[in-house]
């Protein structure tokens, strides 16, 4: 299995709901990542986790919440959200410096 | 300065046409190089990846490392409509246990039947 899976593809949330996202990967990855793309810009990291723990959080705001509950999923929780955070939602794995894998994503529209 | 740069395009070319992709960077501790494709909507798909300076060869698509001028190449030979896509470099270096890419700003291909 050489896929990064994550659900769902498509959301639609008001500012004042909670939902998740899900990733789930069976590489044996320990590297794992949340990105964030805006339409025609490149990925923009926001967490890295490294062997099951959060090692990297680039200024993300708190109603944004990582978890890694196993070393085969990756949960970013979302609650009270804007419509500025609408995008395209990307996780990835890697076993090393190279070779990333990301998954298809999840189109976020905040409304 | 960005650490990455890379031209956004957009590029248009015929078919069967050879396409150069580049990119720039100022990070020294860069050692993975890696082209990423990817189609609207949907997310990157790795191409390919090389480690340090050097040439790798997969099919129709060629990438070149520079460490020295720090500048990287993808080469794109006998390009389909297929191949239309946005080109995004990224790199990595082992820093402190970094190992999150930097990419750059994409560039859009469109080939032409």
């Known amino acids: 299995d050489t896929e990064v899976t994550q659900t769902p593809k498509h959301l639609v949330m008001g500012m004042t709901n909670k939902k998740s996202l899900k990733c789930e990967q069976h590489m044996g990855h320990r590297a794992m990542y949340w990105y964030k793309q805006k339409a025609k810009k490149p990925p923009e990291l926001m967490f890295v986790y490294s062997y099951e723990k959060l090692s990297i959080n680039e200024s993300v705001p708190s109603r944004f919440s990582p978890e890694c509950p196993n070393s085969s999923l990756l949960n970013l929780h979302l609650h009270a959200l804007q419509p500025e955070d609408s995008a395209l939602y990307l996780c990835?794995?890697?076993?090393?410096?190279?070779?990333?894998?990301f998954g298809s994503g999840t189109r976020l529209t905040v409304v | 300065q960005k650490e990455v740069e890379q031209d956004p395009g957009p590029l248009s070319v015929p078919e069967g046409a050879i396409v150069s992709l580049n990119c720039t960077y100022s990070?020294?501790?860069?050692?993975?190089f890696m082209w990423y494709r990817q189609y609207s909507r949907k997310g990157p798909e790795l191409l390919m990846y090389?480690?340090?300076?050097g040439n790798k060869e997969d099919g129709r698509f060629t990438a070149q490392v520079d460490k020295s001028s720090k500048y990287i190449s993808l080469f794109i030979r006998d390009s389909q409509p297929s191949d239309s896509a946005t080109y995004l470099c990224?790199?990595?270096?082992?820093?402190?246990?970094?190992?999150?890419?930097?990419f750059g700003s994409g560039t859009r291909l469109q080939v032409q039947p």
């Open positions: 990070n020294s501790a860069f050692q993975y």
């Open positions: 990224a790199m990595s270096g082992q820093d402190t246990g970094r190992r999150a890419l930097t």
């Open positions: 990835a794995s890697s076993q090393s410096g190279y070779g990333y894998t």
């Open positions: 090389t480690y340090s300076s």
